[in-house]
Nanobody, 116 residues
Framework: QVQLVESGGGLVQPGGSLRLSCAASGNFFSITTMGWYRQAPGKQRELVAD???????NYADFVKGRFTISRDNAKNTVYLEMNNLKPEDTAVYYCKIAVLRRGDYWGQGTQVTVSS
């Protein structure tokens, strides 16, 4: 079994910052890609950013320059540093990990609300 625990969401004013964390635990050999997705009400879930085990990153255009993804392989944890947040960033944010020889796993989601 693989468990993912997300934390760090909340309410923030426009221009503010938040840091999301997603920690994986359980019986598995290795995590390859880790990523963050988001889903706003009435919209499809979309990729925000992902990172390979070696540290190669990929960002959606709408977060480039504002969000930074990172990971700690020793802790099986992925982070998303979000700066200069905008109201349109409001969504439920989900982490997803790809476990070697096991497949993909999703976190439970954490709400991020950007509002004054």
């Amino acid at each position: 079994q693989v468990q993912l625990v997300e934390s760090g969401g909340g309410l923030v004013q426009p221009g503010g910052s938040l840091r999301l964390s997603c920690a994986a635990s359980g019986n598995f050999f290795s995590i390859t890609t880790m990523g963050w997705y988001r889903q706003a009400p009435g919209k499809q879930r979309e990729l925000v950013a992902d990172i390979t085990r070696g540290g190669n990153t990929n960002y959606a255009d709408f977060v480039k320059g504002r969000f930074t993804i990172s990971r700690d392989n020793a802790k099986n944890t992925v982070y998303l540093e979000m700066n200069n947040l905008k109201p349109e960033d409001t969504a439920v944010y989900y982490c997803k990990i790809a476990v070697l020889r096991r497949g993909d796993y999703w976190g439970q989601g954490t709400q991020v609300t950007v509002s004054s």
